[in-house]
């Protein structure tokens, strides 16, 4: 009974191993960088600039830059598949202020799912101004 529980957890931490491997559920998925909560609100919240309710709750108003303002309080970033209005929308697992100056920018992400719908991200790109992939530089904890 005892070798058959030490073959048992050697085999489950062999598993755990592989599968939390670097190379392990690596993706890379292409699109927006988009304001999680905005976007959830409303999914024509796919920019910077976000319709969202008054203050005093009689109708709404175009606030500009809140994408870039959201991500910089610290609401999670998210990356909308192919840029289109109702894509797949992926959680960056990471902090969201390093990612605000791109709000609404095309991104690249490489990472490994954290579990589905959730990447950590390895490696962010945007596009910049000429069409070209600049790296954005994350800081991680690993």
């Not at 600039?49 to 203050?55: A, F, S």
């Amino acid at each position: 009974m005892k070798t058959t529980s030490t073959l048992l957890a050697a085999l489950f931490l062999v598993i755990g191993l592989t599968a939390a491997s670097p190379d392990s559920d690596q993706k890379t998925v292409t699109g927006t960088l988009i304001d999680t909560k905005c976007y959830g609100m409303n999914h024509d919240n796919h920019g910077n600039e976000h319709m969202v309710m008054k203050p005093d709750g009689t109708g709404m108003m175009q606030v500009a830059s809140c994408a870039t303002a959201c991500a910089s309080m610290g609401i999670p970033v998210g990356l909308l598949e192919g840029g289109k209005k109702d894509g797949k929308v992926f959680i960056l697992v990471t902090p969201a202020g390093q990612l605000a100056e791109h709000a609404a920018k095309e991104a690249r992400v490489t990472g490994q799912e954290a579990y589905p719908g959730a990447i950590i991200p390895m490696k962010v790109e945007v596009k910049n101004a000429d069409g070209e992939w600049e790296e954005v530089h994350i800081a991680t904890m690993m």
